[in-house]
C-alpha cells in the first residue's frame, strides 16, 4: 500500500515536497516513480529512481526542476518540487514496479494520489 501526502496549494517559484510512504516490507527491490495527472489530461510519468542504486530520471518538462529521492530505512520516496509552474497543477501519484532497468510504463503499485495546485 502507498500513502501520498504533501499536496496543496503552491505559488509558482516556491516549493513543495511530495511524500508517499509504502506499507512493505521489501521497499528496496521495488523501483519507485511519481506520474501526474492534470484536469482532461492523460496521467503522465514524472520521475523515477530505481530500487538498487538510487539512479533517478525525469520527464523533460520537470527536469532540472523537479527531485526525486528515497529512504529505504524509512519506506519513503519523496518528490522536491522546486520552482512549480501554473502547469505542473496536477493529481501526484506514486507507484512502484519490479520491472528492472528506468521504467516509465508498467508499474503495479499506485497510491491514492495528492492533489498540487500551483497559482501563479
Known amino acids: 500500500q502507498l500513502q501520498a501526502s504533501g499536496g496543496g496549494l503552491v505559488q509558482a517559484g516556491a516549493s513543495l515536497r511530495l511524500s508517499c510512504a509504502a506499507s512493505?516490507?521489501?521497499?528496496?527491490?521495488?523501483?519507485m516513480a511519481w506520474f501526474r495527472q492534470a484536469p482532461g489530461k492523460e496521467r503522465e510519468f514524472v520521475a523515477g529512481?530505481?530500487?538498487?542504486?538510487?539512479?533517478?530520471y525525469y520527464a523533460d518538462s520537470v527536469k532540472g526542476r523537479f527531485t526525486i529521492s528515497r529512504d529505504n530505512a524509512e519506506n519513503t520516496v519523496f518528490l522536491l518540487m522546486n520552482k512549480p509552474k501554473p502547469e505542473d497543477t496536477a493529481v501526484y501519484y506514486c507507484?512502484?514496479?519490479?520491472?528492472?532497468?528506468?521504467?516509465?510504463?508498467?508499474?503495479?503499485?499506485w497510491g491514492q494520489g495528492t492533489l498540487v495546485t500551483v497559482s501563479s
Open positions: 512493505v516490507r521489501t521497499f528496496g527491490i521495488y523501483n
Open positions: 529512481i530505481t530500487r538498487n542504486n538510487g539512479i533517478t
Open positions: 507507484a512502484a514496479s519490479r520491472t528492472p532497468g528506468l521504467p516509465r510504463t508498467g508499474y503495479d503499485y
